[in-house]
């Protein structure tokens, strides 16, 4: 068991208390948007050493990888593949899709070969690998997930779709989706704007309920359009499914599934990428044609994990390779012992744990240890606890 901690990273999205309660720190006078554990560059974790001292995830494993790693995740991955995440929504996230793992290899190859600089805000790929995703929602939490089975009646209702009717039943999700991404932007604006006008006072008087994509759409209206233009994005808002989790349910989001977080806390278990093709509600870089490329033009039926913060033991499925999720929710006096096969990252939420392992700890509250393969722990829940374990699968 190798005590960690995490990096926060302010991003102007997120919320400013939330994360620093969790882990009893100081408020900050900047957001605290998420809690990364990991040895992802952008925020590695530190490995508590002992009288003041530490290290970082990636030095500890690179130290010994056969050990820290075990064979067989050394042979496939090379590394810690994964990046466990608390996050903290406050304002809404862009919408994006992530490229799947050829996509991203190839992408990468060839802005390399462009010498378009990692750096450069035009940057589609910077690095190789995809990043598909698993949410787990601590709070009432809201995100934009796929698209919606409902399209054709919403070509109906809403008066901002009606004239896009034609290409939707003669191309499709993918022939709608196409003209709405690449009309210019003088014709976002004349459709928009008097749409604005309609939906903007109920939602300011609170009369629109968080399951209307009108309420979305007109936050975003007030989030993003402040220059006189309107984000394309909010087109999508009317397209996708609008899915609320509760506390303890989860859901997959793979490689070129389109999807938004809206609002609330959640836990986010990812590969390690930047590899991020955004859609809309966002200031930053729009590369239309690598989306198109990149994104499955299917509906989606979601497929929410049902599971709760209370109760039991909830395995959150994971269709790849590179991780895998479990959530503990123990009772006083509850003891379960878990074999630990594969590089893992414990996190507490809560509680209090008594740990028996290499090394016996007493933990409360929010913690965080990595534990390496081969290692036999027996946690002992002394109050009420919630604990997530992400490891590679075997």
Request: aromatic share 10%; glycine share 8%; net charge negative.
């Amino acid at each position: 068991m190798h005590s960690l901690n995490g990096r926060i990273q302010p991003y102007s999205w997120g919320g400013n208390t939330f994360i620093p309660s969790l882990f009893q720190m100081p408020a900050a006078n900047q957001p605290a948007a998420e809690y990364w554990l990991g040895i992802h560059g952008g925020g590695p974790s530190q490995v508590l050493l002992g009288q003041g001292a530490h290290t970082s995830l990636q030095a500890l494993i690179g130290s010994d990888k056969t050990r820290y790693l075990g064979k067989a995740v050394n042979t496939r991955f090379g590394n810690l593949p994964f990046l466990l995440k608390i996050l903290d929504v406050k304002d809404m996230l862009s919408i994006q899709v992530h490229p799947n793992k050829h996509a991203a290899e190839e992408g990468f190859k060839k802005e390399n070969a462009l010498a378009i600089p990692l750096t450069a805000s035009n940057r589609n790929y910077k690095d190789d690998n995809h990043k598909p995703e698993m949410m787990v929602a601590l709070s009432d939490f809201w995100l934009l997930h796929g698209f919606s089975p409902a399209i054709a009646s919403h070509l109906e209702m809403y008066e901002i779709l009606k004239p896009f009717s034609q290409t939707f039943y003669q191309g499709g999700i993918k022939g709608l989706y196409k003209e709405l991404m690449e009309l210019p932007q003088d014709h976002v604006d004349a459709l928009l704007a008097p749409h604005a006008k309609n939906i903007i006072p109920a939602y300011e008087k609170g009369l629109l309920p968080k399951t209307s994509p009108d309420f979305w759409a007109a936050r975003a209206i007030k989030t993003f359009c402040v220059d006189g233009h309107y984000d394309r994005g909010i087109f999508s808002i009317y397209l996708f499914n609008i899915l609320n989790l509760k506390p303890g349910e989860g859901i997959f989001q793979g490689a070129g599934l389109p999807h938004a977080y809206l609002e609330g806390q959640n836990i986010e278990l990812m590969s390690n990428s930047d590899n991020v093709l955004r859609a809309g509600l966002t200031p930053k870089y729009v590369d239309i044609q690598e989306l198109l490329a990149n994104t499955e033009f299917v509906v989606t039926n979601p497929a929410i994990i049902h599971g709760s913060l209370n109760k039991g033991i909830q395995h959150y499925p994971c269709p790849i390779e590179d991780f895998e999720l479990t959530g503990y929710f123990l009772r006083p006096g509850e003891t379960v012992v878990l074999n630990v096969q594969s590089p893992s990252i414990f996190l507490m939420l809560n509680g209090k744990v008594h740990w028996k392992g290499s090394t016996d700890k007493l933990l409360g509250g929010a913690d965080a240890f990595f534990s390496a393969p081969g290692e036999q722990l027996i946690a002992e829940a002394l109050e009420e606890t919630s604990l997530f374990w992400a490891a590679v699968p075997l």
